[in-house]
């Protein structure tokens, strides 16, 4: 049997070149925004998109695709067209090769790639060090040399400022402070978590509405380490020219937010539990008159669309791995020595964990839809090849001869005998690795993918279960009548003989 390498990668390629969707038909400039996944970034991401729509242009907006350098990349290969960021993070995570930067050499450094960041918004959200009051006052801390003192307390830092060379690395020489095991977790866990008293501090922005809601105490940065964060649009120089109606509705954000109404409007989405979008509409009316109305969508219609993303993440990338794994199963098969190199191989891709895949596949296909898929066919593999070389090798030694001694062509033997009778093992493989799809496809949401990891990320950044659950039991219900489904597929496919045999 003849394995077609390149016809394989190019129904690879074509597959995850369209899964994009159809193209458009609209005339008008598209302009991609992007936010990263904390609310503020999704509040300001949805006034620019807002603010392009309103232009004329045809705005789509990139949310909560996970951390800074997920956005900065994709801002670079142009994957997106602007997003909202700090002068802080620009100068001392993104540019940091060689030390701070002054502004002049931001500027230049962003221009080399292609880049231009705005004038300021009008609000700066600093980094910060948290707690309860009440907690506070307990251990007798007001500032964060006094955390030196208390070497007991718990810790809890986002993962980015974690490691982050603005972040708790030179915090931590800086104060000279002791405290070992911190560690690392979502924002918005964190904050459950020093709220509910299982963590004694945290890493916060300033700007954060919980800040008020819940009285916590901000400690005094007393030996001045951390930067000045003021907030900028950052956008792609070529914008100007694809759409610079677009480009100046963005730059008239600048200077119109100031502190307290970021604050409000961050609260208004985080602690009233309106939408971005609503939360948007509402300071755009109010600032510059312009007229948007959020997306109407009941949570019927989010469950659809968030399901429908879902099953074509699940189905391309299993549709790719069978095309790819079974033959790569039945050389195994073949060539037992080789074969082992086979499975090593696809059993390496098992084991990287599937967030540091997705990240892996962004430099190469982006962001969306497309390293989503990539990741999901590399960890359908193993299962499929697996089970495909274990079936065809448990087949019984007299029926494979009978097979040979009567004459017949080896692809006759393999397509019409071999292949049927390790079926139920090959659809077993297939049926694990759909599951598992099923699953790990709840992260391409962090990459711009959708599906039904979208509203689980939501309700985690919301700390609204509801939503969480939006996305979660519709996957859980997909998993198992996926599994229903191969079950009833294997009663088909496999005859009862085999079934019995195999039991």
């Not at 037992?336 to 430099?363: D, H, K």
Request: some cysteine; aromatic content about 4%.
């Amino acid at each position: 049997m003849s394995i077609r390498y390149p016809a394989t990668a190019m129904l690879l390629a074509s597959l995850l070149s369209s899964c994009g969707g159809s193209r458009s038909t609209d005339l008008r400039p598209e302009v991609r925004i992007g936010s990263k996944k904390f609310t503020e970034s999704v509040v300001l991401g949805e006034a620019l998109t807002s603010l392009a729509a309103s232009a004329g242009a045809r705005a789509i907006h990139r949310r909560e695709l996970g951390g800074t350098r997920i956005l900065f990349d994709a801002l670079v290969r142009g994957d997106i067209d602007a997003y909202p960021e700090y002068t802080g993070t620009l100068r001392l995570e993104i540019l940091h090769e060689g030390g701070p930067r002054n502004d002049e050499e931001v500027s230049r450094e962003l221009a080399r790639r292609g880049l231009a960041a705005s004038r300021p918004l009008g609000f700066r959200n600093d980094y910060a060090l948290g707690m309860t009051r009440q907690r506070a006052q307990e251990v007798s801390v007001s500032s964060i040399s006094d955390l030196a003192r208390h070497p007991d307390l718990e810790l809890g830092l986002t993962s980015e400022f974690l490691d982050r060379e603005d972040g708790w690395p030179g915090l931590a020489r800086r104060y000279g402070l002791p405290h070992q095991g911190v560690r690392g977790l979502d924002h918005d866990l964190a904050l459950r978590g020093l709220i509910t008293g299982d963590l004694d501090v945290i890493d916060l922005y300033t700007t954060d509405a919980e800040i008020r809601e819940y009285d916590l105490a901000l400690l005094e940065d007393d030996r001045g380490y951390f930067e000045t964060y003021e907030a900028v649009i950052l956008y792609r120089l070529d914008l100007a020219r694809r759409s610079p109606e677009a480009l100046a509705a963005l730059l008239s954000l600048e200077g119109l937010i100031d502190e307290p109404t970021m604050v409000r409007m961050n609260a208004e989405a985080k602690i009233e539990g309106r939408s971005e979008a609503e939360v948007a509409a509402r300071f755009l009316g109010e600032k510059l008159d312009i007229v948007s109305e959020p997306p109407a969508s009941d949570a019927l219609s989010r469950l659809l669309r968030h399901t429908g993303e879902h099953l074509v993440l699940v189905s391309l990338s299993l549709a790719l791995a069978i095309v790819v794994a079974l033959p790569l199963g039945v050389f195994a098969a073949r060539r037992p020595r080789t074969g082992q190199v086979v499975l090593g191989v696809t059993g390496v891709l098992q084991t990287i964990p599937s967030l540091a895949l997705l990240v892996f596949m962004i430099p190469l296909l982006g962001i969306g839809s497309a390293p989503a898929i990539a990741a999901l066919f590399f960890y359908s593999l193993l299962p499929i090849v697996r089970n495909t070389c274990s079936g065809l090798r448990d087949i019984p030694g007299p029926l494979l001869e009978s097979a040979e001694a009567l004459g017949l062509p080896h692809r006759f033997r393999l397509l019409r005998i071999e292949l049927p009778l390790a079926a139920r093992s090959i659809l077993a493989g297939i049926k694990t690795a759909a599951v598992i799809n099923v699953g790990t496809a709840t992260l391409g949401a962090l990459v711009g993918a959708g599906g039904l990891g979208q509203p689980i990320l939501t309700g985690i950044r919301r700390n609204d279960v509801g939503t969480i659950l939006l996305g979660a039991v519709p996957a859980a219900l997909l998993a198992l009548l996926v599994q229903g489904l191969f079950e009833l597929l294997e009663r088909r496919l496999v005859s009862p003989g085999l079934r019995a045999t195999r039991r």
